[in-house]
């Protein structure tokens, strides 16, 4: 219990900027408990959650959305945005694997990056500025836990490229950690939103299966910034599921 323990606490070090501080220790209780990320996007998604409502009680709803917005990256920093920049650069660019790994690798935002980082924000945007009042704040916490477990999803389906961190939780992701990672999200998001929270979940989960296989196809393997940009285009994904079937399968247990 008491490596769980500190395994979840080493992960709101990895996946926010919640000031818990993180070691390799920490990293390597982590990556033998993987499944716990939903736990930490369940505790993130709730945050956002609630500013989400309070941003609605007292902004209009484009208004509300940029607060929202600017919460998401304040609470959960850049560092995924910033892979999925990377990972865009490479798969925009053009020639070998070769090529298009080194254009993943430059320290510098290429066109690809900074196009994707745009429709990205945009989409967000559009979507938490759509979603209904009354299902907003349990969208986003729903949301978040997806975009966690579908980290977890591209992780256990990929096969590492290089060394680094991406390198550690691909090889340490297993069919087991996946599916209790599954169960964990399964449960948060049934309860968040019954019916609802189920599809939201499945459409993440096929979002981080379709980047794997667009990661092997330009890389031939999977990276950290894959990892990221799963998190960043999942979280997404989510969101516009729930603004589609909000309309069409129930979403409150009341």
Same mark, same amino acid.
């Given at each position: 219990m008491k490596e769980i323990l500190f395994a979840l606490k080493s992960g709101f070090g990895w996946l926010s900027t919640i000031p818990v501080g993180i070691s390799m220790e920490g990293v390597e *209780? =982590?990556?033998?408990?993987?499944?716990? #990320?939903?736990?930490?996007?369940?505790a993130l998604g709730a945050v956002l959650g609630g500013v989400c409502y309070i941003a609605l009680q007292a902004f209009p709803a484009g208004l509300a959305a940029v607060v929202l917005i600017a919460a998401i990256y304040w609470l959960c920093g850049i560092n995924h945005i910033d892979g999925l920049a990377d990972f865009a650069d490479g798969v925009i660019a053009h020639g070998t694997r070769e090529k298009k790994i080194a254009a993943m690798k430059d320290? &510098?935002?290429?066109?690809?990056?900074? =196009? &994707? +980082?745009?429709?990205?924000?945009?989409?967000? !945007?559009? @979507?938490?500025?759509?979603l209904p009042e009354g299902l907003a704040p349990l969208a986003v916490l729903s949301a978040e836990v997806s975009a966690k477990e579908a980290m +977890?999803? $591209?992780?256990? #389906?990929?096969?590492? @490229?290089?060394?680094? !961190?991406?390198? +550690?939780? +691909?090889?340490?992701?297993?069919?087991?950690? $996946? @599916?209790?990672?599954?169960?964990?999200? *399964?449960?948060i998001c049934a309860l968040a939103l019954g019916a609802l929270g189920l599809a939201? =979940? *499945?459409?993440?989960? %096929?979002?981080?299966?379709? %980047?794997?296989?667009?990661s092997k196809r330009n890389f031939g393997g999977a990276t950290g910034d894959g990892i990221g940009a799963t998190n960043e285009l999942a979280r997404v994904t989510a969101l516009a599921a729930a603004l589609t079937l909000g309309g069409v399968l129930p979403w409150t247990l009341w």
């Open positions: *209780a =982590l990556m033998k408990h993987v499944y716990l #990320f939903p736990l930490v996007g369940m320290i &510098y935002l290429g066109t690809g990056g900074g =196009l &994707y +980082i745009v429709l990205l924000i945009l989409a967000s !945007f559009v @979507l938490l500025s759509s +977890i999803t $591209f992780a256990a #389906f990929s096969h590492p @490229l290089q060394k680094g !961190f991406g390198q +550690i939780m +691909i090889q340490r992701t297993d069919l087991g950690q $996946f @599916l209790l990672g599954l169960a964990i999200s *399964a449960v939201v =979940l *499945a459409t993440a989960q %096929l979002a981080a299966l379709c %980047l794997v296989e667009v």
